[in-house]
Every structure is written in C-alpha cells, then in structure tokens.
C-alpha cells in the first residue's frame, strides 16, 4: 500500500489531476502516521504509572483526543480531492513514519520520552508537508497542514514541559 489510488472520483476541485494525486498520497501517508500517533498517546494514556499518574492520564487523552480530530480532517481533504482515504489501521501501519511505540513500558519518565519523540517526528512531517503542499500549489492542504502543525508541536510542549532537566 503506497498510499496512492489509481484512479480519482470525477470532481469539479480546480487542481490539476497530477496534483490532486500528489497531495493525495501524501495525505494518505499523513492520515497514517496520525492513526498511529493517537494508539501511542492511548497506549501511554492506559499505562502510565507513577506519581503523578492523574496529570499525565489525562494529558496524554486529551493529547489523542486532538490526534484524533486531525485524521478527520486529512481523511475529508482527500476525499475534497476526490481520492479514497486509506485510514485502516492495517494500511496505517504501512504508511506511518513513526517509530514503533513500546509496548512494555509504564514509568512516567518513559512514556513522556517516547511520546514526546513521536509528536515530534509527526510535527516535522506535518512542517515538511506544508512546504510540499505549497510547491505543488495547493495552498488549502498547505493551511491545514499549518494548523495541524502549529496543534503538534503545542502538544508537544505540554508533553515535554513533565520532563525534569
């Protein structure tokens, strides 16, 4: 799965054909690695342990909680381009950058670390993905990506402000 499909819906979307598959891909790729990204912030949301377990339970739920908006809205954007979103997480894990989560892990310490690296890695793709989407001219997928961006790395900082330096 390569998060393309060979052939779009007939849509009146005023972007050239070539380009509307692109962004699609790249869409597709996204809305992956968010799929993903909302099972690590769940995965340390169920396992956390430790003193301050109630703080960081509900940070990292409320953490998947916006996760979870982004794959709606990459999922819409795709269909908007009259391509097929691909968000199972069978394809997800296919077409996700992320670095597996550890499964095995319960320490605050450790599931701030390993969150805080997959939010940064998703972030990254979101700002690489706003610079692509405007060389392709498509200014629409390059704002969503911005805001999606901009939500990240805010989470991000709530995330990595529980590390102690």
Same mark, same amino acid.
């Given at each position: ?37 909302? #099972?690590? #912030? ?5 396992? /956390? ?5 109630? #703080? ?9 909680? &916006? ?5 709606? !809205?990459?999922?819409?954007? &795709? ?9 199972? &997480? ?37 700002? !690489? ?8 001219? !498509?200014? &629409?997928?390059? !704002? ?14 709530? /995330? ?6």
């Amino acid at each position: 799965m390569d998060g393309s499909h060979a052939s779009l819906r007939e849509t009146r979307n005023s972007l050239p054909e070539n380009t509307r598959m692109q962004i699609i891909y790249l869409l597709n790729r996204l809305l992956g690695a968010t799929i993903d990204l909302r #099972a690590h #912030a769940k995965q340390a949301h169920w396992n /956390v342990r430790g003193p301050n377990f109630i #703080a960081l339970h509900k940070l990292f739920d409320e953490v998947a909680g &916006v996760i979870d908006g982004f794959s709606d !809205d990459l999922a819409e954007r &795709v269909a908007a381009l009259g391509g097929i979103a691909l968000g199972t &997480v069978q394809v997800a894990t296919k077409l996700t950058e992320l670095k597996p989560y550890p499964a095995d892990i319960t320490g605050e310490k450790l599931h701030i670390e390993a969150l805080s690296a997959s939010l940064a890695i998703f972030a990254k793709a979101m700002r !690489d993905s706003i610079e692509l989407s405007d060389n392709l001219g !498509d200014v &629409v997928t390059a !704002d969503l990506c911005t805001g999606m961006c901009r939500e990240a790395e805010k989470q991000l900082w709530l /995330v990595e402000s529980h590390r102690l330096n």
